[in-house]
């Protein structure tokens, strides 16, 4: 099981620390990535990181402003988000599974945080 939390309402320009952990099994041999959605959107990448932690991709919307690491100690991956802006707002989701930006290639997907950034 995944589940995803650390969202809220921030303001423009604020900051979120979301967390991804794990329970009942060990994820640490897996790639994580985070995708969001928001209402009436398709679901998007947002970031990825290896089994190790030693790679990651972050897509062009993010890039710069938005960070990902894990603790395979800790069985929980982050994502830093900083600079946020109104169009960040969405429900993010981590999800489990071959590292990739593409949402088919995760197995296993926890319920999402929703992160509301004003304006």
């Known amino acids: 099981q995944l589940q995803a939390c650390g969202g809220g309402l921030v303001q423009a320009g604020g900051s979120l620390k979301l967390s991804c952990a794990a329970s009942?099994?060990?994820?640490?041999?897996?790639?994580v990535g985070w995708f969001r959605q928001a209402p009436g959107m398709e679901r998007e990448f947002v970031a990825a990181v290896s089994w190790s932690g030693i790679t990651t991709y972050l897509s062009e919307y993010v890039k710069g402003r938005f960070t990902v690491s894990r603790d395979n100690v800790k069985n929980t991956v982050y994502l830093q988000m900083n600079n946020l802006k109104p169009e960040d707002t969405a429900g993010y989701y981590c999800?489990?599974?071959?590292?990739?930006?593409?949402?088919?290639?995760?197995?296993?997907w926890g319920q999402g945080t929703q992160v509301t950034v004003s304006s």
């Open positions: 999800a489990a599974g071959r590292y990739s930006y593409t949402a088919r290639t995760y197995d296993y």
């Open positions: 009942g099994r060990t994820f640490s041999n897996y790639a």
